[in-house]
């Protein structure tokens, strides 16, 4: 896992087995719930499972973040954020 | 019944069918299981449910038409505890490899590198137990619970398709009632090219059904690493390789309607088994590496953890050894057993729960 100074977290799980990619993109959601839900620190989901596209995006919504999902590459990248003071369940 | 000798063809097509169409939808039988217990995720048992229940009807259809060469299939045997021990272990391996022997398969096939030690775990399963072969034998045979039927209709001495209709229609009310909640649909956002699961379901059973009617049993294929385990076992050590009687059994040895003999074991020589299966094998990869390739997911990513990689080995191996001491592994006995209600297909089912849910312990502790 890397940070980049102040803004974005990345999580590269691609090769992971099934069901990592759920897995700890939870665990790391629930970590950084504060920073998150503040704005202060987006999470760069990036994911070669597709299973995991929709799991992650839904749990990630469900938990009151919005989630954009681009596909690059071989890969996917879903980018959890705050959805600010409406998203927060 | 096709003659054996034309069979490569269809049966690789089956097999590339089964995974393009698990690739797409991420249709697999270990995530009914795991997912329900990880994360109270059903969407996955609800499809498992599906394709059995389709099963059970389209095979039901097939022999009332008379197009199942044999019913109940060659190589089922009589239950026995030494089912319920293998789904056990074989629910273990396949939580731990990431996915069952088609699973693993198919993820092979789209470049996943821990579904490849899993492959390479279940080759060696495989040959381990021909180790503990002659000793397994004896306690299948001594833990068998019935000599005289294999299928709970045949115990019961009533007509299968009475219990086909007992089963199939409360199901089909409730499938349409998950339908009008909703509850077939995967939410979140979709991968590329995506194949809704329930789909999948349903082409899974028309694809084994096709399998059933043209070679005589359902999708199998873990004999087939049997003989792969078997041919490298008499290329680098063949003097112990010729000590093993696992490799000499003949399980498959009945005669065929369209006359002739079936024969075919795990033996690494060219037989019916081999002639169904490999093809099969073969196809899944290619169909899943297909499908891969055409959405430019196709890529082998190194940087995984060595814990995950041990475990795919590891539960390859479990899987191995489970699908033999079990005779056969969760497709053949939950795609191809229990839609037709055998009772060594039930109790490796049976056993698959406490199996996965221990699995799933062990592989949280594993990933997290």
Partial sequence: MTTTPGRTVELDLRGHVCPASLLLSLKNMNAMREELSSGRVALRILTANRESVPTITDAARTMGYAVTVEHTEAHYVLLVESAGEEGIR | ?368
């Fill in chain 2, 1 to 368: 019944m096709m003659p054996i000798g034309s069979i490569y063809i269809p049966a690789f097509a089956v097999g590339a069918a089964v995974g393009f169409l698990m690739h797409r939808s991420g249709f697999c039988l270990v995530c009914p299981f795991r997912n329900f217990f990880l994360f109270r995720d059903a969407l996955p048992a609800r499809n498992l449910l599906l394709a059995v229940v389709s099963s059970m009807v389209l095979f039901e259809a097939a022999r009332r038409l008379g197009l199942l060469p044999f019913y109940p299939f060659p190589m089922l045997g009589f239950p026995s505890v030494s089912h319920l021990i293998g789904g056990g272990v074989f629910g273990v391996g396949m939580v731990l490899a990431g996915g069952c022997a088609v699973g693993v398969l198919y993820r092979m096939g789209a470049g996943n590198l821990v579904a490849g030690t899993a492959f390479l775990g279940l080759l060696a399963g495989s040959a381990a137990y021909a180790e503990i072969h002659p000793a397994w034998s004896v306690v299948k045979e001594r833990w068998t619970l019935s000599h005289g039927w294999s299928t709970i209709p045949q115990g019961l001495g009533i007509d299968p398709g009475l219990v086909v209709l007992a089963v199939a229609v409360p199901s089909v009310a409730l499938f349409l009632r998950w339908r009008a909640a909703g509850s077939w649909t995967r939410r979140g956002t979709l991968p590329r090219g995506y194949v809704p699961m329930w789909a999948a379901a349903i082409g899974l059973s028309v694809l084994g059904t096709a399998i059933y009617v043209l070679s005589g049993m359902p999708i199998g294929i873990t004999t087939s690493c049997a003989k792969m385990a078997g041919w490298v076992e008499s290329v680098f050590a063949p003097g112990h390789f010729a000590t093993l009687d696992y490799f000499r059994s003949v399980p498959l040895n009945v005669a065929s309607r369209a006359g002739g003999i079936l024969r075919g074991g795990p033996a690494p020589v060219s037989d019916a088994l081999a002639a169904i299966q490999l093809p099969l094998v073969a196809g899944v990869v290619l169909g899943s590496a297909l499908s891969a390739v055409l959405l430019s997911e196709f890529r082998v990513y190194r940087g995984v953890p060595p814990p995950q990689l041990a475990a795919g080995f590891a539960g390859g191996i479990l899987m191995g050894l489970a699908s033999r001491m079990g005779s056969g592994c969760n497709v053949w006995h939950l795609l191809g057993g229990v839609p037709i209600l055998a009772a060594p297909s039930l109790l490796f089912a049976a056993g698959l729960l406490p199996g996965a849910w221990a699995g799933t312990l062990l592989l949280r502790k594993i990933i997290t």
